[in-house]
């Protein structure tokens, strides 16, 4: 996620706006037929050195994302669902639908989140990433759920300290996409308080988001 991103979720977050989730028309019928969802996760901890320098640290962030996989297969799994954990490293078509994905993300928070939202763009939410049934099919899953995040991290290990503004932010957004690749429901939560590396606050976060997913068991 870029800082463009992470700057955005601080002015949805100062302003007070909810909901932040955004979903297609119609969307409270995806489940109809869905019994596993891939679960793909895109999760990256920078590590912040002195000056500024960020680098991804890979052990923070394959740690970054087992939290984040465990979190949402429990999740699922208590909504009725069977998750599907898929990895876009050993899958040269399902990167590519990775990064066209993270293209349509930025391209959700520039046109319906503040501070330059499009009402038509946030009442509509028409955005798609070209059909996906055959990478679906080969998993063995009936949808896809793109689980993408940042953190930050000091150089010694500890979280950013709130005074240093929208590096502190931890962001993390879930993003539902169907068989022909429409983007059926993008949320988004975060907060300097929380740290991506942690079980707990990764639970708590997971459970914030699923609660808002259209058609779901509560």
Known sequence: MSRRLLWVTLLVAAAGCMPYHRARPGAETWRKGVKTVGVLPAIRILEVAPGGVEEVHEEWTEQGARNVVKAL?????????????????????LDDVRLLYAEVAEAIWLYTYPPYAFPYKT????????????????????????????????????????????????????????????????????????????????????????????????
């Open 73 to 93: 297969s429990d999740g699922l799994a208590a909504r009725g669902l069977r998750p599907k954990v898929m990895s876009w490293k050993t899958d040269e078509e």
């Open 123 to 218: 009442e509509r939410f028409e955005y798609s990433v070209g059909p996906i049934g055959r990478i679906l099919d080969r998993a063995g899953a009936d949808v896809l759920l793109v689980a993408a995040g940042q953190d930050s991290v000091g150089s010694d290990g500890r979280k950013l300290s709130v005074f240093a503004g929208m590096r502190a932010m931890a962001l993390l957004t879930l993003g539902l996409v169907d068989r022909e690749g429409n983007v059926v429901w993008f949320d988004v939560w975060g907060g300097a308080g929380i740290d991506l590396r942690e079980d707990a606050d990764v639970r708590a976060s997971v459970e914030k988001l699923l609660s808002e997913l259209p058609g779901a068991i509560q």
